[in-house]
């Protein structure tokens, strides 16, 4: 008995030591960035798009107050959450996304989080995403989906602070459903219900309550909610449907409340909804079925599940065809994630970081799963692939975003010697409200400040942008928004990631003394 104990550790040593290896030569192999620097800029960006009455502790002195009649005019409270990207418009579906994103990470990445100092920002993101929730929950069956509306905001150039366009609100409800906004704003509160559960339990369970409701509501009543909120169809449509939101709120639901209705319906409706079926190439704000499939994938590893190995492992088999895609390992061309000259994920060409970001945090997830089963290597259609290869993958592309590209230029606003300096930002282009009080109309924002080619006056720090196009080819003026405006969502999925990097890198240094 000794003797087998003897050599089990042995072996464990011997892996430790293997991946201590393989992680030496991946940093050291390409250059590396100051993730800890990065990771506490990503941070700030949410600070910066705050709705609502800031707080004592904010830390972008730039912005102010804004948006302190929301909802009003529908006799409710919609005072806070977040600006979706560089106008004033909040959009209840991307905005869930990222919360869910913020979530993830730190269910993942939370003690890396923690111990590069950052673990308090990240809550403060989340819980200013869900205190809006839960404002805009007013009943078992309502949810304020959208304050504002694209058409009106774009007539304007204007900071937050002096906003003068339409703060109509628009709802989701028995008779108008919205099955996708409302199962992601599910997922959204369920997932933050465990990232609180220890710290904050009152308002982890209160989470839990609004998840559970919105769940039950989502799948009663189901339609897509931009055939009831006409407005947002130019701007968030939902073009993947709601099973994926159903299917994605009714896993994160497992995972807080540990209850097997979940997971039965995960289960039940895994070939109906398409959770088995989609092979599929993105992960983003609209179409979730590769971050399902990852989730379910996790599940495998626990003892309790094998009741329904099969159509876990279906779930699997498509998470991993995401997984292969992005390394190109897929048969033929149409099966893979697209690459630009310098190996950046491409997708499309309107804000194609967000499939980057995405796409670099599912693979990393990924790789940590392969790491700790017994599963060393992922088969491909076009070979294997190691936990190592997976987890090169994804610092490469964050590499990328951090300058380690052609143009040697960091996406990421604020990060290193050069990035973009005019990005298609409202609030940063223009003079900050705590400079100058004079009110700023629509046009004198379009004649004194869009149209500049100064860089902005103030800098958005962590705010990832979409970035170059199929050739690596970046061009930085502020109207150029399919590459210069930054969203939410594209910076959430990095938060996770820059700490579990900033986390191996220190653990080589270490090792290597």
């Known amino acids: 008995m000794g003797k087998m104990m003897m050599k089990k550790h042995t072996l464990s040593i011997s892996h430790h030591c293997c991946f201590l290896l393989s992680l030496f030569s991946i940093f050291t192999s390409s250059k590396s960035h100051n993730y800890s620097d990065a990771l506490s800029k990503s941070l700030l960006y949410f600070e910066a798009q705050r709705s609502g009455r800031l707080p004592h502790n904010q830390r972008v002195t730039w912005r102010d107050h804004s948006g302190l009649t929301d909802g009003l005019e529908q006799g409710v409270d919609l005072v806070g959450g977040y600006y979706d990207a560089g106008d004033h418009v909040k959009f209840g579906l991307p905005m869930a996304f990222t919360v869910t994103m913020l979530s993830w990470s730190i269910i993942e990445y939370g003690e890396y989080i923690a111990g590069a100092g950052e673990l308090e920002h990240a809550i403060e993101a989340i819980k200013w995403g869900t205190d809006y929730f839960i404002k805009a929950h007013t009943s078992p069956n ?3 989906a959208e304050v504002g509306d694209g058409y009106t905001d774009h007539y304007c150039w204007q900071r937050p602070e002096d906003m003068t366009t339409s703060r109509q609100a628009y709802k989701v409800d028995e008779n108008n459903p919205g099955s996708d906004v409302a199962g992601e704003t599910a997922a959204a509160m369920a997932a933050a219900s465990v990232v609180f559960r220890k710290t904050n339990p009152r308002y982890s369970y209160l989470l839990l309550q609004h998840a ?13 909610y931009d055939e009831n909120i006409e407005v947002v169809k130019n701007y968030y449509t939902s073009v993947s449907g709601y099973n994926d939101e159903l299917l994605w709120a009714a896993l994160w639901l497992y995972k807080a409340t540990d209850n097997h ?21 993105e992960f983003s704000w609209d179409v979730k079925f590769a971050g399902i499939q990852v989730l379910a994938s996790q599940l495998l590893s626990e003892e309790k599940h094998q009741t329904h190995k099969s159509i876990l492992e279906r779930y699997q088999s498509k998470a991993e065809y995401y997984i292969c895609s992005c390394l190109g390992k897929n048969n033929g061309t149409k099966n893979n994630v697209g690459l630009t000259p310098g190996g950046l994920i491409y997708i499309r060409q309107w804000n194609n970081m967000q499939y980057v970001s995405s796409g670099s945090f599912l693979t990393m997830v990924y790789s940590d799963l392969l790491q700790k089963s017994n599963r060393k290597k992922l088969k491909c259609q076009m070979g294997d692939v190691t936990p190592q290869e997976l987890l090169q993958f994804s610092k490469y592309q964050v590499d990328y975003i951090l300058g380690s590209n052609p143009l040697n230029m960091s996406y990421l606003v604020g990060f290193g010697p050069k990035f973009p300096t005019r990005v298609h930002h409202r609030g940063a282009s223009i003079v900050s409200y705590r400079e100058n009080k004079g009110f700023i109309g629509c046009t004198e924002g379009y004649d004194n400040w869009y149209g500049s080619s100064d860089p902005n006056p103030n800098v958005v720090f962590g705010a990832l942008v979409g970035g170059p196009n199929h050739k690596d080819e970046f061009f930085d003026k502020r109207g150029n928004y399919m590459q210069t405006e930054a969203c939410t969502y594209n910076t959430a999925p990095l938060v996770g990631i820059f ?13 290597s003394y």
Do not use: P
């Open 261 to 281: 209705r979940y997971l039965r319906y995960v289960i039940d409706n895994a070939h109906r909804f398409g959770g088995i079926g989609w092979s599929i190439t």
């Open 142 to 144: 309502v949810l304020w």
């Open 212 to 224: 559970q409701q919105l769940f039950g509501f989502a799948d009663k009543y189901r339609g897509k």
């Open 499 to 511: 700490a579990r990097l900033h986390y191996l890198e220190n653990a080589i240094l270490h090792a």
